[in-house]
């Protein structure tokens, strides 16, 4: 038979606040707050959608943040746009170990 297809090229997962929202609107002093308040891509990751709501809501009304209109939801699509690729690296090597 012919040998199997080369795996999809993987993409790198985030490792800083910066690569995490590279792409979504969120401006560099709302990563800045987001870094002083103690979030890193990990802890972002792992909330919930309520706390992610918690977050935003404290930023606003604990912190003063300005948030633009978009960046509350750019803010929200990273992280879960980051929790899918890592779920789905999480699959894929699930299915590849399972092929061994």
Do not use: C
Request: hydrophobic letters at 30%; proline letters at 9%; zero cysteines.
């Amino acid at each position: 038979p012919p040998p199997p297809p080369p795996p999809p090229p993987r993409r790198r997962d985030a490792k800083t606040l910066d690569e995490l929202f590279k792409d979504y609107g969120v401006r560099i002093t709302t990563l800045a707050k987001m870094a002083e308040m103690g979030f890193t891509v990990q802890t972002l990751v792992n909330m919930t959608d309520q706390e992610l709501e918690d977050v935003i809501k404290t930023m606003l009304e604990g912190y003063h943040v300005e948030l633009l209109v978009g960046e509350k939801y750019g803010i929200k699509s990273a992280i879960r746009a980051e929790r899918k690729h890592l779920e789905d690296d999480l699959e894929r090597q699930k299915s590849s170990s399972k092929a061994q």
